[in-house]
């Protein structure tokens, strides 16, 4: 898949599914900075979402591993997909990482991400991050959730 096409996922409770991952969809098209980091959304459904980045020589650290830094914006950018998939805008209210492998240059990562609650206007995402080549966890993901009221 190029990297603004997604699969198109239905299922889940709530607002109408199709109209949902539109919407997320859009989202994704409109994030130059996952696009220039070379991710590609790879499933998004009403709840959840896939998203794959390959880790390039500019994103490796001084102890040649992959920087945090990167592995976050990976993560927080499935956790995006995922609880903006019920079409509405929602942003991070908060986020926690843990790191519990490297990753090195020329692994493919791989985040997917799940909302395990959402209640009024707040949710709770996870979002595991593993090494595709042999499913590695390299770090989990927990972002809060806040859905904003359009102007």
């Known amino acids: 898949m190029s990297e603004t096409s997604v699969a198109d996922g239905t299922g889940g409770e709530g607002d109408d599914p199709g109209a949902g991952v539109a919407f997320a969809r859009q989202m994704w098209a409109d994030d130059e900075a996952s696009r220039r980091l070379g991710m590609a959304a790879v499933l998004v459904e009403q709840d959840h979402a896939v998203v794959r980045m390959a880790i390039r020589d500019d994103m490796v650290n001084g102890h040649a591993i992959c920087h945090g830094g990167y592995i976050f914006t990976l993560a927080d950018s499935c956790f995006a997909l995922a609880c903006n998939s019920r079409g509405r805008l929602t942003v ?6 843990s790191f519990t492998a490297p990753g090195r240059l ?6 997917e991400g799940q909302v395990r609650s959402a ?13 595709e080549s042999d499913g590695q966890i390299i770090a989990e ?8 009221t359009r102007p």
Not at 119 to 131: A, H, M, N, P, Y
């Open 119 to 131: 209640f009024g206007r707040s949710g709770i995402t996870d979002v595991t991050v593993k090494r």
């Open 141 to 148: 993901f927990r972002g809060r959730s806040r859905t904003l």
């Open 106 to 111: 020329g692994d493919v990562l791989v985040a």
């Open 92 to 97: 991070a209210a908060g986020a926690d990482i």
